[in-house]
């Protein structure tokens, strides 16, 4: 576990390749580059041998944790392992090779893939139109909402609110923001859904949209859907979904027959393509019928048999990705929805379902469940039951890096204190689950024998538990040499 930084092992003079002599003089290639763009002194990089290079970056990747490696309950993240066959389809030479500015006719196989693809999304979301250029959910978050706007305006109306739960992600008000509107919280009821008399109160012709997940970020079911729509749609607003919790629905319901106007799904979350360190995401939006005339321009059209990307729309909010959207991950997407089919869809959603309330109901004794009702996909806990020991969630969060499992989403959502929101996912066995609850039901005696060594976790980890305030507030973003 003590590795040294790449500089420490530095030695003068040692090389990785070595170049032969370059046929062009320096002056010539001197002459070309503006002086401004000239170093004087070498840069300060490490000198090691290729070797050296490929060991320590080999090694630095074992101390990742993923979900080829282990466990990854990350609520509301659907962190599920991504099928390698999805990687070999995307890495076909007609897809991996294609350029964005070839023209339509040598690039029918791609824009025959991105058609489909929007066809498949719009019927398992209830919606009659797609686009696939968001990047990720809270870029599919703001072409909604741009869709949403540009609805109002077509109308005369300048409508300048957006409502969203006190249980939303951080996402939906930071990107309403971003879209110019005023952000309106409603509070969730004793059950954990939206309060109607909340949403009642709120709602007024100002309102441009509801922004929603349902199941929501505390994995419930909001049985009042129909109800809640009908309140938003009798003041000329409309609703948003949020679909980073589809993982839950897919081939059960539709947010389209739930009363939804606009939703946007998170293809690295619920269609198994890979997820975290920065991307590449997708976000594709789809919208009902009355909405379609709106959506980013170009849009796929077929015609004869033949594909064609169509420019030609006046009321298009215009483009919010380049070309059309991160195509490798869509072509992840489709070969995984080709996989499994509708009825295999719905299977994903079941288990996910399943295991969701397997290890709610073999852990909800120990620690406290936020809401006592049956679960979607995910369920929130806390550390209230071990709270007299001065344990906080935080501790417990690092003691599971001690035992190899990286933690679930913790302090989230804000509405339940000390929070622990655990999704397992569909591809999890019982055998993975059951480690898992018995981990955290060993570490529950720890805190009752020893608190003070789960306070002071993680133990076994390359860094120990770090200044998260100071590391926030004065992050360290570079390397410097002693003298």
């Known amino acids: 576990m003590d590795r040294k930084l790449i500089f420490e092992i530095s030695r003068p003079g040692r090389r990785g390749a070595t170049l032969p002599a370059a046929d062009v003089p320096v002056c010539e290639v001197e002459k070309l580059i503006p002086p401004e763009y000239l170093r004087e002194e070498a840069p300060n990089l490490p000198e090691v041998s290729e070797i050296d290079a490929v060991r320590h970056f080999t090694g630095l990747s074992a101390l990742n944790h993923g979900v080829d490696t282990g466990f990854y309950p990350l609520g509301s993240c659907t962190m599920k392992y991504n099928p390698k066959v999805n990687e070999d389809m995307a890495r076909l030479p007609g897809f991996a090779s294609i350029h964005p500015y070839q023209p339509a006719e040598l690039t029918q196989g791609a824009l025959e893939l991105m058609w489909l693809t929007e066809q498949y999304l719009a019927e398992i979301a209830g919606m009659a139109g797609v686009t696939l250029q968001p990047a990720a959910g809270a870029h599919g978050e703001l072409t909604g909402l741009l869709i949403i706007r540009a609805y109002h305006k077509s109308r005369g109306e300048n409508r300048t609110r957006v409502i969203v739960p006190d249980s939303a992600h951080g996402t939906n008000p930071a990107t309403a923001a971003v879209g110019g509107f005023e952000i309106v919280q409603v509070k969730s009821d004793e059950r954990g859904g939206v309060d109607l008399e909340s949403l009642r109160s709120a709602m007024d012709e100002n309102v441009a949209a509801l922004m929603l997940t349902n199941p929501n970020t505390l994995g419930l079911f909001d049985e009042n859907i129909v109800e809640i729509a009908d309140i938003v749609h009798k003041k000329g607003g409309l609703l948003y979904y949020d679909g980073a919790n589809a993982n839950a629905i897919m081939g059960i319901a539709r947010p389209g027959d739930m009363g939804f106007d606009v939703v946007h799904f ?21 919208v009902k019928d009355f909405l379609t005339r ?23 909010i215009g483009k919010m990705h380049s070309f059309y959207g991160n195509f490798g991950v869509v072509v992840k997407a489709y070969t995984y929805i080709r996989a499994l089919g509708g009825e295999g869809l719905r299977a994903v959603s079941e288990h996910a379902v399943l295991n969701a309330n397997y290890l709610m109901a073999r ?38 890096l001690d035992y190899g499992y990286h933690p679930p989403t913790i302090y989230f959502p804000l509405i ?68």
């Open 266 to 286: 998170n293809l690295h979350k619920t269609f198994s393509t890979p997820h975290g360190g920065g991307g590449p995401g997708s976000g594709p939006v789809g």
């Open 294 to 316: 709106f959506l980013p321009k170009p849009v796929i059209g077929q015609k004869n048999g033949m594909y064609f990307l169509d420019h030609d729309r006046p009321d298009s």
């Open 363 to 400: 852990l909800r004794e120990t620690f406290n469940l936020a809401f006592d009702r049956v679960c979607k996909h995910e369920f929130v806990l806390n550390s209230k039951n071990q709270k007299s020991f001065g344990i906080h969630t935080l501790d417990i969060a690092k003691r599971l």
């Open 416 to 483: 339940v204190e000390e929070a622990m929101m655990i999704e397992p996912t569909e591809t999890e066995s019982k055998e993975v689950l059951d480690g898992f609850v018995e981990t955290m039901l060993k570490i529950a005696e720890e805190i009752e024998k020893d608190a003070e060594r789960v306070k002071t976790a993680p133990h076994n980890t390359v860094v120990g538990r770090l200044d998260e305030t100071l590391a926030a507030r004065q992050p360290v973003l570079k390397f410097k040499p002693s003298e």
